[in-house]
């Protein structure tokens, strides 16, 4: 095979795939069907740019070649039967007919997330159906993502996609009434794809940039699509400041750098200045949504003067801001922190035992991490000890636990061995 | 357009437990939704408590055990039901979220098409 075909579609496929598969479903209306339009326009590809050579826009030609295909699917089902389920929504002038010339499709992608993010399908089916149907990975890559088996992965999408048809989950983007609120599952789900690839919940490595690399993608195509919302403007700049940290997170040996310890000049200059562009932007309007604060505190982080030394008081106040909107024990936890940083460690230990009832947070590492922190701090030693030990009982990333148990290690020997001091 | 089921799901012992004017009230909020959903609404009832339930199972061997009482282990039941027509699940969900139901909450399930 010409190895410049075979990268001229392998770089159509990751970044072409959805648009394809979107346009398809708007004509077939079942999603099934529009993913078999989309692999075959792919698999026609990889003969025919051999014979003629890559196209200009080769986007374009794979949605024409994936169009004729559903026009071709559709002709044959309306002779064989009536009708088959269909998705709901489509408006009355999606059908075959459709106007819509060769070089400008509408981009149905916005139709297809929507679809794929609809809160009446279970949270997992949301983000497997996205990374299927927008992101084009195969079903055992979205195994992978979710470390689970290949076979019960395709159980989840088969079950979703019938949900779906049966339920008829329409291919439309929700009206103004719904859209913030559907938007947030949408936001939800890519910004899961993110934290996933960004600190991997377990193995060898600390991120998995395949599935970074997807949300960041995600993001910019909301960001496209929908121009003016501050909510996906604030995501974007999350992803893109939190990112920009990626080469200076481990060391040489591949071992974790915390925030403060980072080098600066391994940061991502442009994915920074992109972000803290969009940080602004996010913040024009108010009330602040979830991601605009989670973004505006990563900007915090990535502009301190002094490295390591943020403005913590800040951090602090735009935390009770996020608190307000999105009360989750998660973001309570983080506030501790910045508690601790902005009042000292004996603050920070307090905030931490406040919120240590949560059942949420029971099974959590960064608790017992962050409890050990400042146990250090305050030159508690055992009992940091023994929070550095439970950290390391509940962290299943091998870097992570490198960490932990270094910085364990780092504690002078304990004073009393046999009976470590407990409160 | 499909039809949708619209469980309505109780807490039969906060019903018992509840004043009648609570009771007034929802069957008021009941008469109240049947009037501004009523060109979707195809059914829709109380039903007995769960007490009056039987539930049919399959058995392996091809046969029928019937039991006393409803499916549902929790403590939620079904305490009635509406029948809708809705083009979709969203407006299907605008409409069931506007079913009173103080006492659990609904649950919305496609109808199978008979056709």
Redesign the interface.
Known sequence: MDPVVAAAVADAHRTEWGRILAAAARLTGDLDTAEECAQEAFAEALGSWTGTGVPDRPGAWLTTVARRRAMDIIRRRDLLRGKLPLL??RDAGDGPDAAGTEETFPDDRLRLIFTCC?P?LAPEARVALTLRLLCGLSTAEVANAFLTSEPTMAARLTRAKKKIA?????Y?V?GPN?LPHRLATVLDVVHLVFATGHTAPSGGTLQRRDLAERALDLARMLRLLLPDEPAVAGLLALILLTDARRHARTDANGQLVRLAEQDRSRWDESEIHEGLELVRESLLRRPYSRYPLMAAIAATHATALTPGTPDWAQILSLYDELIAVWPSPIVALNRAVAVGEANGPAAGLAALDAIAGEPELAGYHYLAAARAEYLRRLDRHDEARLAYDEALLLSANDTERHFLAARRDELPPSDAPERPRRP | MAEYMVFIWSDEQAVERSDPGTMDRTMAAHREFVSRHASALRGGNRLHPSGASTSIRHTPDGGVAISDGAFSETKEVIGGFYLIEAADIDEALSIAADVPAPFGGVELRPVLPTS
């Open positions: 709901a929504g609809h009446a049966a339920a008829r989950i329409p439309r929700p719904e």
